[in-house]
């Protein structure tokens, strides 16, 4: 089985699963900071076991790593990103709602992603201190609310 695992300084990998004598082990298929075709290509020729793309994209959407079609044309790459991945988030919406529940892990997973998609972005931002609203204040409206007894 193939699965894309985070890296440090923004890069990914598709990894592939082996059983060995030893036990498990991971070989590395292919290293990338955005996953194209070429990349999907390259990790199922090195492939030992079948590879399924769709596995892969799904694998990569959780690990954080935006996949996108490998148009050949400069410009702005985080810009594309961004694109492609609003425009699968929007398809995805699109479907009827499975009967089956839906894993909230996983769900939480693609929301991550795509908001570090969102936040990558952004501009830096200078840390602020955290505000907090004073508990008193919190506590007199909910006794002035008509749901207190």
């Known amino acids: 089985m193939a699965y894309v695992v985070a890296r440090p300084k923004g890069r990914f990998e598709i990894r592939e699963s082996l059983h ?5 082990r991971a070989r590395s298929l ?16 090195r492939a030992q076991r079948p590879f399924d793309v ?6 990569g959407r959780r690990a954080g790593a935006l996949a996108r079609v490998d148009v050949g044309r400069g410009g702005d790459d985080s810009r ?8 699968r988030m929007a398809r995805a919406l699109q479907r009827p709602p499975t009967l089956r529940p839906v894993d909230p892990g996983a769900a939480l997973i693609d929301l991550l992603g795509f908001a570090d998609a969102v936040t990558r972005n ?3 931002r200078p840390p602020a201190p955290l505000e907090f609203p004073v508990l008193s204040r919190l506590v007199e409206g909910h006794r002035g609310s008509p749901h207190h007894a």
Do not use: H, I, M, N
């Open 20 to 24: 060995t004598p030893d036990g498990p």
């Open 30 to 45: 292919a290293g990338f900071e955005v996953l194209t075709d070429a990349v999907l290509a390259k990790a199922a020729r």
């Open 54 to 59: 769709e596995a892969v994209l799904a694998s």
């Open 80 to 87: 594309e990103r961004f694109v492609e991945t609003s425009r």
């Open 122 to 124: 952004q501009p830096p």
